[in-house]
């Protein structure tokens, strides 16, 4: 079965963006192999915020083109966004569903609250973190409200020369 990989930037201190949903402190790091990465994905599983984020830019437009783009939102037009599976309701069985179709992984891409909600339905299956030596203060936290302890075991840890660190686990099944 297909993993949901929930790989994201992170500062220090635990926030995803600053207060006004930017990202412009996450340093370059040009040591990081992201095509290595790319090469296992073949899915982007988003929630509507970061989808219009990542349409806004160049990169991400190119990121979101080049694979299968799954939407979750309750707002979004699919008219208005062909080439894009928009998921507004039973989002648990569309995500369980998504995972037992046969190709590489998921990556569940920016948004917070979706990954809050997936990990406590046990759908995602790694977390990945790329810890940046920032410290932010406010922002939007990585995982708002989670309900309960979701156990993880450490797969992997790289240190970067910009001072990031990747950190990947693996979510642990009960």
């Known amino acids: 079965m297909r993993r949901i990989r929930y790989s994201v930037a992170m500062s220090l201190d635990g926030f995803i963006a600053d207060e006004t949903g930017g990202y412009d402190w996450i340093p370059a790091e040009p040591s990081v192999d992201f095509g290595a990465y790319l090469a296992k994905i073949d899915t982007l599983l988003m929630g509507r915020l970061t989808y219009e984020t990542a349409v806004s830019t160049d990169e ?10 799954v939407v979750v939102s ?5 008219e208005n966004h062909p080439g894009v599976e928009v998921v507004s309701a039973s989002v648990e069985s ?6 037992a179709n046969e190709g ?3 990556w569940l891409f920016g948004g917070g609250r979706l990954f809050r909600s997936l990990l406590e339905a046990g759908l995602v299956d790694r977390v990945e973190f ?4 920032i410290l932010l203060g406010a922002g939007i936290p990585v995982l708002p409200g989670l309900d309960g302890i979701v156990k993880l075991e450490l797969h992997s840890s ?12 693996d979510v642990v099944r009960a």
Request: no cysteine; aromatic share 4%; charged share 20%.
């Open 158 to 169: 790289e240190l970067f020369p910009s001072g990031m660190a990747l950190m990947k686990y």
């Open 60 to 69: 991400g437009a190119a990121l979101l083109g080049a694979r299968r783009v």
């Open 130 to 133: 790329a810890i940046m030596p």
């Open 104 to 106: 590489r992984d998921i």
């Open 94 to 99: 569309a995500v369980t569903a998504l995972k």
């Open 74 to 78: 309750t707002t979004m037009d699919p």
